[in-house]
């Protein structure tokens, strides 16, 4: 194929130097231009149209998960995920926010510039840590959530507060704090969002209504 045209999104101006030193000395790669946060991408993504974005998963703003969702439903380049995090939720909803490929910043140059010819080609590439973990999801080895977790979960879902799910299920707002840090930390997450995307894209809850 011709030239594949890469966006960097890093929210450290070294990183993206670094990326931007890494791949252009590549033949057939060409960095065509790069920012530090997740509204810039999406904008910059419309106006240059990349065959690939590099983006890092945490930015200020919009973080990397939405402006891949948004990139990747704009239908205006591949997104090939480059981070320092390889928890399940930061893969989990990466994946399911149409990212092509989902590497680590431990990564070699060599896979670095593998990666980008491959996500160019629309091939899926997992840097092999984190295809480890999506096998082990798929095989079902993940933990189970009790009755009054996943009661718990569907309100979060709904979009109740923690007061709000004490008074529907009838327990103190504290109960609740508890049996929330309990989801987070059997779904390898940190936020209510994650847990509701995580908790959706391995079908253990029903989408809200």
Avoid: W
Wanted: aromatic content about 2%.
């Amino acid at each position: 194929m011709s030239e594949v045209r890469v966006l960097i999104v890093d929210d450290h101006p070294v990183v993206r130097e670094g990326l931007r030193a890494v791949l252009s000395a590549e033949t057939g790669i060409a960095v065509v231009g790069e920012c530090g946060s997740g509204d810039v991408a999406v904008e910059l993504a419309a106006q240059l149209r990349p065959d690939v974005v590099l983006m890092d998963l945490r930015l200020p703003g919009l973080d990397g998960v939405d402006a891949t969702s948004r990139i990747v439903s704009a239908g205006t380049a591949a997104v090939l995920v480059l981070t320092m995090y390889d928890t399940d939720g930061d893969i989990i909803r990466a994946v399911a926010a149409g990212a092509t490929g989902y590497l680590l910043k431990e990564s070699s140059r060599q896979e670095l510039a593998a990666a980008v010819r491959a996500a160019a080609r629309g091939e899926t590439v997992l840097a092999a840590p984190v295809a480890a973990k999506l096998v082990n999801r798929v095989r079902g080895g993940e933990p189970q959530l009790s009755r009054r977790e996943l009661q718990v979960l569907q309100c979060i879902a709904d979009g109740m507060s923690n007061p709000e799910i004490g008074r529907d299920l009838f327990i103190s707002e504290a109960t609740v704090k508890s049996h929330v840090m309990r989801i987070f930390e059997k779904l390898s997450v940190s936020d209510r969002t994650a847990a509701v995307t995580v908790a959706l894209a391995r079908g253990i809850l029903r989408l809200p209504h």
